[in-house]
């Protein structure tokens, strides 16, 4: 509800809320709007366990020649304040007469869901939990997330499907119909009637009927029961919650086209972030969506929605604004927040992203398709399916430029099949020959034979004539990450290699009393001062080396770097082989820290990889601490403090790379690789303790405990 219109108005899509023009039906809507008709379309949606699996919604009807929809009026009334946050309800359930009340949702198969709570499990397909590891979770942690909703928004099929298939520019066009009724005032209509949606969406009415049930039980029960084609005028749909929950069900566009229309949809001034308002608008609207679309029962009402979303926006936001990006992280599940844990959970149910690609996410921050609420905007371009032959696969890019690098070296593209592969030394796909390169190369044959450079973009254009500038932009940004991925590998060699290292260093035994008394009375013949610390000429004389020598040894020794060894810096250096020193701090700390550096190196080689070499459809099953991670055990993160106190036995606050060296936990070399993983490059002096703790905490997938 936005300011200015009281809680019992509500806002049509016609003229007037209480005139209604009526024109004569055409053939087909006639006989669509037919009692008989809506009375068919419900028995067969019942037979079918309120389940619309038809095509959908008139796909191939052409809505941009859709006629233009009548502005509606806007009242001018003080705002709505039913919730405590000012327009908060603008998209939420209204609990006035002449709306739709909380008490009028529909049940559907949630029936079944409101079992006792020995019953309440059901493992879930996209995440390796259950619906009972979610609820003791937040149990534990003291929070009630609604657990029959979520549980039947998570598990259960939707009701209707039938707008799941809409392309993402449909949905563009759809939103700037809605926008053009409030004369692009960011006052859409709140509601539609079903001869209203009809038009909006291009749909057949009997369509628009099965989302009248679902959205509006009581006016569609109205409709069947009167079997008057007149009360479908009197039907009201809730348009932000009917289109937000069909974004998130969408099959066709990324999960990160869903979070940016949703921003767009509800950030009514523009500025690519929220207020508190708009921010509990959203929230409140994808709860009643999805609780209209899975046919649930116990939907939480809009006002204790709103306190969640006030609740989460606190915890998030900044200078009171919620950031587009922070609101992706969020909904995405890359911020872990307890109360928003639900919806990431759902955006991840029905993400496509493993088999769609999203050329618009390619270009730049700035040039990246938004909505508006000031003006109309073009048809985004589209995600294409991973396989869509229109277009090339992402290894197809990588040869196409190794073809391109070698003939651009030697003046010459006028190659055979056989003398390509040999040139770069992996096979060319016969198919990828014969369709694209054998005739692009003729192209740019001649075009090198006339004296013009023929560049590498002109190359792949030749290769997919589909391909805009954005396209050409992702086949460069994909050849970066190729040779950013040649570049991983390595770096997960060595990661490894030196893993391997501390786990052998950790397993040797620890320096004997007599082996130290050893060398404590060989640093006593080098120190001939007796002054407890040896220098460069101390070294040389006593060793009989010249001084260039012994100054490369003083570095080995001099571990703090102060110009002088000391005894314990004599004896690590001196450590016999197959020995090591003792230490203060417990190895398995650092093995823990390499150990997930290892990991995280692993997944993205491995993703990469998959991407480049061969694609698959397949979901992969996400890993729960993903998403909710369990509070660190009191006695570790008491280690953990200890830990870092000893390290920082200078008190100075931070962590430095000679106190890291002089822990004795490990081997230098393998000291220096840690300190350049755990620090930070705004850090010059250490590792600060906020940051030793968080990625300690990162590493194991433990939550920081609450502060006292």
């Known amino acids: 509800m936005r300011p200015g219109t009281s809680g019992g108005e509500r806002r049509s899509w016609s003229h007037s809320a209480t005139t209604t023009v009526e024109r004569p039906p ?7 709007d037919s009692p008989d008709v809506v009375v068919r379309a419900d028995r067969k949606r019942v037979a079918h366990a309120g389940t619309c699996v038809g095509p959908g919604l008139a796909e191939d009807r052409d809505v941009s020649k859709t006629r233009a929809m009548p502005p509606r009026q806007i009242s001018q009334d003080s705002a709505d304040g039913r919730l405590g946050l000012p327009e908060v309800a603008r998209f939420g359930r ?3 007469a002449k709306e739709p009340s909380d008490s009028k949702v529909s049940s559907g198969s949630m029936n079944s869901i409101k079992e006792e709570d020995g019953k309440f499990s059901r493992r879930l397909s996209f995440i390796d939990c259950s619906t009972e590891d979610l609820d003791d979770h937040f149990k534990v942690v003291g929070a ?13 099929q939707p009701l209707c499907r039938a707008l799941c298939n809409r392309s993402f520019a449909n949905w563009v066009s759809i939103f700037n119909r809605w926008q053009a009724a409030g004369k692009w005032s960011g006052q859409g209509p709140d509601y539609m009637n079903t001869n209203e949606l009809q038009e909006w969406l291009a749909a057949p009415l009997t369509r628009v009927v099965e989302l009248a049930k679902l959205f509006d039980p009581s006016g569609y029960a109205k409709v069947s029961m009167t079997k008057a084609s007149k009360d479908h005028n009197k039907v009201r749909v809730p348009v932000a919650p009917l289109i937000s929950s069909c974004l998130i069900m969408s099959h066709t566009m990324s999960t990160r086209q869903k979070l940016q229309f949703l921003l767009g949809m509800f950030d009514l001034d523009d500025k690519d972030a929220l207020s508190i308002t708009e921010f509990a608008s959203m929230w409140v609207s994808l709860v009643r969506g999805l609780g209209s679309m899975f046919g649930i029962k116990e939907t939480p009402p809009p006002k204790s929605t709103a306190i969640v979303a006030k609740k989460i926006f606190e915890d998030l936001a900044v200078d009171e604004m919620l950031s587009k990006n922070m609101l992706e992280d969020l909904l995405s599940g890359k ?5 928003g844990l639900p919806f990431a959970l759902v955006m991840q149910r029905f993400s496509v992203d493993s088999s769609m690609i999203d050329p618009d996410s390619y270009n730049e921050e700035s040039k990246r398709f938004r909505l508006s609420h000031k003006k109309p905007m073009e048809n985004p371009l589209e995600s294409f399916p991973a396989f869509d032959t229109g277009f090339l696969t992402r290894m197809e890019v990588v040869t196409v430029r190794d073809v391109y690098q070698y003939c651009s070296s030697i003046g010459d593209f006028g190659l055979s099949h056989r003398d390509a592969e040999k040139a770069i030394k992996k096979a060319i796909n016969v198919e990828l020959w014969c369709s694209r390169m054998s005739r692009a190369l003729e192209e740019a044959n001649a075009v090198q034979g006339s004296g013009a450079r023929f560049y590498l973009n002109i190359f792949l254009k030749k290769h997919c004539p589909k ?3 954005t396209h050409l932009h992702m086949f460069q940004r994909w050849l970066e990450d190729f040779d950013q991925l040649q570049e991983k590998k390595k770096t997960l060699e060595r990661s490894k290699e030196v893993l391997l290292q501390l786990r052998q260093y950790n397993a040797m035994p620890i320096m004997t009393e007599r082996i130290r008394q050893e060398l404590i009375a060989g640093f006593n013949l080098v120190d001939r001062c007796d002054t407890g610390r040896i220098c460069t000429l101390d070294l040389q004389a006593s060793m009989e080396i010249e001084r260039g020598m012994a100054k490369s040894m003083m570095k080995y020794f001099d571990i703090n770097g102060d110009g002088s060894v000391d005894m314990e810096e004599y004896i690590a250096a001196m450590c016999p082989q197959g020995h090591r020193m003792p230490s ?8 823990l820290l390499l150990s997930a550096e290892v990991e995280m190196q692993e997944d993205f080689v491995s993703q990469q990889e998959a991407l480049f070499n061969k694609p698959s459809t397949e979901r992969k099953q996400l890993k729960l601490t993903t998403f909710l991670q369990k ?15 000893v390290l920082d036995s200078e008190k100075l606050g931070y962590i430095t790379r000679a106190a890291l060296k002089q822990s004795r936990a490990m081997q230098i070399d393998v000291s220096d690789f840690l300190f350049d993983l755990l620090a930070d490059t705004n850090e ?4 600060s303790q906020e940051r030793f703790l968080s990625k300690l905490l990162q590493a194991a997938r433990f939550r920081r405990p609450p502060v006292e």
């Open 584 to 591: 203060q701090v417990e190895g398995r700390i650092f093995d």
């Open 467 to 469: 391909a805009t500038m």
């Open 26 to 32: 055409t053939s087909r809507q006639a006989f669509e």
């Open 684 to 687: 010059a002096e250490g590792i």
């Open 631 to 645: 509070q660190v055990p009191g006695s570790l993160w008491d280690d953990w403090n200890t830990a870092w106190q």
């Open 335 to 339: 911020i872990i927040s307890t109360l």
């Open 94 to 96: 209204s609990t006035s």
């Open 144 to 156: 009630d997330w609604f657990k029959h909703f979520w549980h039947g928004v998570l598990t259960l």
